[in-house]
């Protein structure tokens, strides 16, 4: 379709969303330029409302071009140029809807990065697509050559898995998050002020005095207040509670596990070892990883149990036996269901405080935020924002390197609430990473249907009730499903993968060792 002065004329509306965070608006003069699908640019549009200060912080302005255009097609690309000038001239851009009114149809450009050097910025309507297919890559690799100096790796504890060196600006809260944190802040404060009075003080003297808590408004007593010494429910707790990510298939029992068949046959409703191991109805949870852990306060003990539990003929897991450290002893026995009420509850009671360590520590900690922000860096250094794949991962690493940045700074920090509340303290919650960062693997330990078959708690009849397996295998197979679904649309051989120099780099750096300058991801070979 040709383009000509006679033609018709049709109106054009832009929006442009400015972000929200620090410095995001700008005072600059923006122009911005058009594409069609026919190969027409339009001229410099100037982008300002007049007697309006645009292009503040967390804003959209809305631009009616009065001028129109002409009888152009489908916008396929915009150009996006900055004067620099005024006191704040680097400009952070969500995105920029184009509508065309005659084709009624509004065409989005996700931008999300920032617009400061005095160049021409060009992005693609829905900004995405592979390198080798991108006819801007040059502007690909400057721009991954930015990133790379400000998203470097740095092993802030030796042998745990690597952070970023110094949080980027992109990478910190946004005004409103910095806003809604003080808010709940604030809130918890007032929360605690009341609890506190309505607990009579800041110790209890017993676990019914532990109640009085929840008296306020609002604060209703937890159901399983009535029930969380029950051994239905403390077993319940290895297969749906907060933690439930230990417990494997006992083959045989350990040398330093002193369990006997005398010992466990009146709670098994007559069965031994032997044969609740062939029926496959013998499971374990062994918390070796935390022996020889030294909390920083010398007062408190962090133990290191082994714990068997077995399902009943009722189809019900069941708690077998505890023994609360690693080496059998006259002073290390093992603790059982027919013992004293109060012995047995106790032994629990140690054995759940020895799995939030475990959790806090590795499932919470090492293997969610800080393995996730180690991912994070590795991705911003070598995938554009353009590329597919780093569409799939960004919602994941929102806020990660911030929330992180500020739990290490308050939480797990010298004196921190970690210090103060956990029988690990902070530098034992380290010591359990490193432990377990040297021998994690990504294809093993990190995909989902392999770990749970490596555990082999993967048989549904063996171990039924297994909420979380049952749960977990569910949302892995709708991701892997979606995300396969938008692979197969961008790689329809295995020589685009090859081609695609941007996911290369990325595969290769992830599994690189942290010394030759990688991000540390093991992967069984």
Same mark, same amino acid.
């Given at each position: *379709?040709?383009?000509?002065?006679?033609?018709?004329?049709?109106?054009?509306?832009?929006?442009?969303?400015?972000?929200?965070?620090?410095?995001?608006?700008?005072?600059?003069?923006?122009?911005? %330029?058009?594409?069609?699908?026919?190969?027409?640019?339009?001229?410099?549009?100037?982008?300002?409302?007049?007697?309006?200060?645009?292009?503040?912080?967390?804003?959209?302005?809305?631009?009616?071009?009065?001028?129109?255009?002409?009888?152009?097609?489908?916008?396929?690309?915009?150009?996006?140029?900055?004067?620099?000038?005024?006191?704040?001239?680097?400009?952070?851009?969500?995105?920029?809807?184009?509508?065309?009114?005659?084709?009624?149809?509004?065409?989005?450009?996700?931008?999300? %990065?920032?617009?400061?050097?005095?160049?021409?910025?060009?992005?693609?309507?829905?900004?995405?697509?592979?390198?080798?297919?991108?006819?801007?890559?040059? @502007?690909?690799?400057?721009?991954?050559?930015?990133?790379?100096?400000?998203?470097?790796?740095?092993?802030?504890?030796?042998?745990?898995?690597?952070?970023?060196?110094?949080?980027?600006?992109?990478?910190?809260?946004?005004? !409103?998050?910095?806003?809604d944190l003080m808010h709940a802040k604030f809130k918890l404060l007032g929360e605690k002020f009341v609890f506190k009075i309505l607990s009579q003080g800041d110790y209890w003297d017993s676990l019914d005095h532990l109640s009085t808590a929840?008296?306020?408004?609002?604060?209703?007593?937890?159901?399983?207040?009535?029930?969380?010494?029950?051994?239905?429910?403390?077993?319940?707790? %290895?297969? =749906?509670?907060?933690?439930?990510?230990?417990?494997?298939?006992?083959?045989?029992?350990?040398?330093?596990?002193?369990?006997?068949? /005398?010992?466990?046959?009146?709670?098994?409703?007559?069965?031994?070892?032997?044969?609740? +191991?062939? /029926?496959?109805?013998?499971?374990?949870?062994?918390?070796?990883?935390?022996?020889?852990?030294?909390?920083?306060?010398?007062?408190?003990?962090?133990?290191?149990?082994?714990?068997?539990?077995?399902?009943?003929? /009722?189809?019900?897991?069941?708690?077998?036996?505890? @023994?609360?450290?690693?080496?059998?002893s006259q002073n290390n026995p093992v603790f059982l269901p027919t013992d004293g009420q109060y012995t047995w509850l106790a032994a629990k009671m140690w054995y759940n405080n020895a799995d939030s360590a475990y959790h806090q520590s590795l499932?919470?900690?090492?293997?969610?935020?800080?393995? *996730?922000?180690?991912?994070? +860096?590795?991705?911003?250094?070598?995938?554009?924002?353009?590329?597919?794949?780093?569409?799939?991962?960004?919602?994941?690493?929102?806020?990660?390197?911030?929330?992180?940045?500020?739990?290490?700074?308050?939480?797990?920090?010298?004196?921190?609430?970690?210090?103060?509340? =956990?029988?690990?303290?902070?530098?034992?919650?380290?010591?359990?990473?490193?432990?377990?960062?040297?021998?994690?693997?990504?294809?093993?330990?990190?995909?989902?249907?392999?770990?749970?078959?490596?555990?082999?708690?993967?048989?549904?009849?063996?171990?039924?009730?297994?909420?979380?397996?049952?749960?977990?295998?569910?949302?892995?197979?709708?991701?892997?499903?979606?995300?396969?679904?938008?692979?197969?649309?961008?790689?329809?051989?295995?020589?685009?993968? !090859?081609?695609?120099?941007?996911?290369?780099?990325?595969?290769?750096?992830?599994?690189?060792?942290?010394?030759?300058?990688?991000?540390?991801?093991?992967?069984?070979?």
């Amino acid at each position: *379709m040709g383009h000509n002065v006679s033609t018709l004329w049709s109106p054009v509306v832009i929006t442009v969303k400015t972000g929200d965070r620090k410095g995001a608006g700008t005072d600059a003069k923006i122009k911005i %330029r058009l594409h069609d699908s026919d190969g027409w640019v339009s001229p410099d549009i100037t982008l300002d409302n007049m007697f309006k200060d645009d292009f503040e912080r967390n804003t959209a302005n809305s631009f009616s071009v009065q001028r129109g255009f002409p009888d152009c097609g489908s916008f396929t690309a915009i150009e996006i140029i900055s004067d620099q000038s005024g006191l704040m001239p680097d400009w952070y851009v969500d995105t920029i809807h184009v509508l065309h009114r005659r084709l009624e149809e509004t065409f989005v450009f996700p931008i999300y %990065r920032w617009i400061k050097e005095k160049r021409v910025y060009i992005f693609r309507c829905l900004d995405v697509s592979l390198p080798q297919f991108d006819p801007y890559h040059e @502007q690909r690799r400057d721009e991954l050559r930015q990133k790379r100096d400000v998203y470097k790796y740095c092993e802030k504890y030796p042998g745990a898995p690597v952070q970023v060196e110094n949080l980027p600006k992109d990478e910190q809260f946004s005004e !409103k998050y910095r806003v809604d944190l003080m808010h709940a802040k604030f809130k918890l404060l007032g929360e605690k002020f009341v609890f506190k009075i309505l607990s009579q003080g800041d110790y209890w003297d017993s676990l019914d005095h532990l109640s009085t808590a929840y008296r306020g408004r609002n604060m209703h007593l937890p159901k399983v207040a009535k029930s969380w010494k029950n051994d239905n429910l403390f077993a319940a707790q %290895r297969l =749906m509670g907060s933690n439930p990510v230990l417990i494997k298939l006992c083959n045989s029992i350990p040398n330093n596990f002193g369990v006997t068949d /005398e010992m466990v046959t009146p709670i098994t409703e007559g069965s031994t070892i032997a044969k609740l +191991i062939s /029926e496959r109805r013998l499971y374990i949870v062994d918390l070796k990883i935390l022996e020889d852990i030294k909390p920083a306060d010398k007062k408190r003990v962090l133990c290191a149990p082994l714990a068997l539990f077995f399902v009943n003929n /009722e189809g019900k897991l069941m708690p077998l036996a505890i @023994q609360l450290f690693q080496t059998p002893s006259q002073n290390n026995p093992v603790f059982l269901p027919t013992d004293g009420q109060y012995t047995w509850l106790a032994a629990k009671m140690w054995y759940n405080n020895a799995d939030s360590a475990y959790h806090q520590s590795l499932t919470h900690l090492g293997f969610t935020h800080l393995l *996730m922000e180690g991912a994070a +860096i590795c991705s911003h250094r070598n995938i554009s924002p353009s590329h597919p794949v780093f569409k799939l991962l960004a919602p994941h690493f929102f806020n990660i390197m911030a929330i992180n940045s500020l739990a290490l700074e308050k939480l797990v920090s010298p004196g921190g609430w970690i210090d103060k509340t =956990m029988a690990s303290g902070a530098s034992g919650l380290f010591d359990i990473v490193v432990k377990a960062w040297k021998d994690w693997r990504l294809d093993v330990d990190g995909t989902l249907p392999n770990e749970l078959k490596n555990r082999q708690v993967d048989d549904a009849k063996s171990l039924p009730n297994y909420h979380y397996r049952d749960d977990a295998l569910l949302c892995y197979d709708a991701i892997k499903s979606y995300v396969t679904e938008i692979i197969d649309i961008y790689y329809d051989s295995g020589d685009t993968l !090859k081609q695609d120099d941007e996911i290369q780099n990325w595969a290769l750096e992830l599994c690189k060792s942290v010394p030759d300058g990688g991000c540390g991801i093991k992967v069984r070979i």
